[in-house]
């Protein structure tokens, strides 16, 4: 079976945890993902400035772990990531940032990679509101 998996929770959400367990699950079980779409607050997910206490655990790590260990389609919605400063080289430079702060294995493109991941999934999973 093929998921295709969103998340709209922010790090500090538990549903980001949730998210990444149910997506070790679904590759443990021997099914596939499509892709993964960050959404709203998820895109924090991609930034590489957070830091965690030392007796935390680094969720935002975990998922950049999980998705190059198996090379993952992660896509992070743009005009999300743009709202709340999450900018990959090429949106640093559009915009004049002094600074990008994601890079991959994330993908900073359109809703329409959600759009397009629905299409060729047998299974769509949402977590967060």
């Known amino acids: 079976m093929n998921f295709a998996i969103a998340l709209l929770a922010g790090p500090q959400d538990p549903a980001a945890r949730s998210a990444l367990?149910?997506?070790?699950?679904?590759?443990?079980?021997?099914?596939?993902i499509s892709r993964l779409f960050f959404y709203r607050d998820a895109?924090?997910?991609?930034?590489?400035?957070?830091v965690q206490p030392q007796d935390e655990s680094d969720i935002a790590a975990e998922w950049r772990q999980f998705i190059a260990e198996h090379q993952l389609d992660a896509?992070?919605?743009?005009?999300?990531?743009l709202r709340r400063g999450v900018l990959d080289a090429a949106e640093a430079k559009r915009w004049s940032r002094p600074v990008a702060n994601t890079?991959?294995?994330?993908?900073?493109?359109?809703?329409?990679?959600w759009v397009d991941a629905l299409q060729s999934a047998d299974r769509a999973v949402t977590f967060g509101t």
């Open 21 to 32: 367990e149910f997506a070790k699950a679904v590759l443990s079980s021997g099914h596939q």
């Open 43 to 50: 895109v924090h997910l991609a930034s590489q400035l957070g």
């Open 75 to 81: 896509v992070v919605c743009i005009a999300a990531a």
């Open 103 to 113: 890079a991959t294995p994330w993908t900073l493109s359109g809703l329409g990679q």
